[in-house]
């Protein structure tokens, strides 16, 4: 039997399934190569498999090097608006035989891991305005005289 390649497999996954577009297959492809090039610095020796939780961690960090304050934009396009979807990707490629899994393995390691929002857009988030200190103008200054003053 023939193995098939990670094009095919996408096109066959992409007209069965067209919740995700083709891009945040490969994406996802790419974020668990991240993820397992982290987790080997860190821990010294290759990684064999990648836990739910762990490639959901990748795949933020991933994104958030990729595509800075746009990731959000980028995913909705793309169709992923949550864990649940990276999971839903993920257990596609694994029907594929792209990606393979342990018996412990579920959808359900994909569930409300993070919200997108607060890993995706509060990075860029403007500072608290209650943070600043007392004394500190909130308003910018120009230059200007004020109109008192003149």
Do not use: C
């Amino acid at each position: 039997m023939q193995k098939i390649g990670f094009a095919e497999a996408l096109d066959a996954i992409v007209a069965s399934d067209r919740r995700y577009q083709r891009d945040a297959y490969v994406f996802l492809r790419d974020a668990l190569d991240f993820t397992t090039k982290q987790q080997k610095k860190a821990k010294g020796a290759a990684v064999r498999h990648v836990s739910g939780p762990e490639l959901l961690d990748g795949v933020r960090q991933y994104a958030l090097k990729e595509f800075g304050p746009m990731v959000l934009t980028v995913f909705e396009n793309w169709g992923l608006r949550s864990t649940e979807d990276v999971g839903h990707m993920v257990f596609n490629l694994i029907a594929a035989g792209i990606f393979g899994k342990t018996d412990q393995d579920s959808i359900e390691d994909f569930k409300n891991i993070y919200d997108f929002q607060e890993a995706f857009a509060k990075p860029f988030a403007p500072e608290n305005k209650s943070a600043r200190r007392p004394g500190d103008d909130p308003k910018p200054r120009l230059g200007l005289p004020s109109p008192t003053s003149l």
